[in-house]
């Protein structure tokens, strides 16, 4: 408890799954919790379960102009901001009928393989993806995760402080099958969290990402049958839970995590075991 006493943290994407479990726990610590969200009312509702002075912020993490416009917000009611999480982002971004025929072709490769027999069946994704599927992904990820930055840091450099979290990926190290933008969107994350972890460190500002493994949330509810093979192929032999990625994100933003910076820390269940 009041590990994160009178702290400022904003977190984007705060109003489900992952970020809203992270802004229970950063509350509980002791901070104020700024929610960010595509979703505006859902943000709202965020707040007034989290109560205190928490406050939501509507904007779309990709468009820039609107995030700059969400940080002066910020800076405007309370002047300072001591943690960053950037963990919007969307997964599976595919009609249901290709989602259906993808985890058929998936089962049926998996059966072929566990025949010991040839591969016939193919599970063929980067070949299709539209530019605009593309383009999206990294916009959200990527691109959000670096407007979100360049925004807390005209808070966070004057104050010479801070700290930042930024949502990565098991699939930005170990590689997914048919999610490539995803992964490059992850991966890029990641390096990206190193070299501001370089820069930032005269202005005693940290930065550092998490990593998770499959965890129950909206986001993962899309995968269906498929969550069957994950869990046999986990060490652990289930997903996580958001807690398992909340706990993570209240070490790195309190002064127990003093001596991290530009790490990556992943509960994956053992899924995926170097980073
Ligand atoms: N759940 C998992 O297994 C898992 C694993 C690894 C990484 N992650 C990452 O964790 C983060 C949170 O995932 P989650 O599982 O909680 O998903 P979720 O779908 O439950 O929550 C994501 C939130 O981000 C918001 N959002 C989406 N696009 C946005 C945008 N452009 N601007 C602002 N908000 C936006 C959504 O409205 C939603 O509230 C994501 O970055 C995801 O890639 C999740």
Redesign the pocket.
């Known amino acids: 408890m009041n590990r994160l006493q009178g702290k400022i943290a904003l977190i984007?994407?705060?109003?489900?799954?992952?970020?809203?479990q992270i802004a229970r726990r950063f509350t509980e610590e002791g901070a104020t919790v700024v929610i960010?969200?595509?979703?505006a009312e859902?943000a709202e509702a965020m707040t007034s379960e989290l109560g205190g002075e928490s406050i939501g912020v509507g904007?779309?993490?990709?468009?820039s102009a609107a995030v700059e416009a969400g940080f002066k917000e910020v800076a405007e009611r309370f002047g300072r901001l001591d943690v960053l999480v950037?963990?919007?982002?969307?997964?599976l971004d595919q009609p249901e009928e290709d989602r259906l025929e993808r985890e058929r072709r998936t089962f049926q490769q998996v059966a072929e393989i566990q025949a010991g027999g040839p591969i016939e069946t193919f599970v063929d994704v980067t070949m299709h993806l539209s530019d605009e599927r593309w383009r999206r992904m990294l916009?959200?990820?990527l691109d959000?995760t670096f407007f979100c930055t360049r925004e807390a840091l005209k808070i966070m450099a004057p104050q010479m402080s801070g700290n930042i979290i930024s949502?990565?990926?098991?699939?930005g190290t170990a590689g997914g099958a048919g999610s490539p933008h995803?992964c490059a969107a992850?991966a890029g994350i990641l390096g990206l969290t190193r070299s501001l972890a370089r820069e930032l460190v005269p202005r005693n500002i940290r930065v550092n990402a998490i990593?998770?493994?499959?965890?129950?949330?909206?986001?993962?509810a899309p995968i269906g049958g498929a969550k069957a093979l994950i869990e046999a192929a986990t060490p652990m032999r289930r997903?996580?839970v958001?807690d398992d990625?909340a706990w993570a994100a209240v070490y790195l933003a309190s002064e127990e995590a003093n001596f991290m910076t530009g790490q990556v820390l992943s509960p994956n269940g053992g899924y995926h075991m170097s980073q």
């Open positions: 984007t994407g705060g109003a489900s799954g992952l970020g809203a960010n969200d595509l979703r859902d904007f779309d993490v990709s468009d950037n963990n919007a982002g969307i997964g916009a959200i990820h959000g949502m990565g990926s098991i699939m995803y992850k990593a998770p493994g499959f965890i129950d949330t909206p986001m993962t997903f996580g958001p990625i």
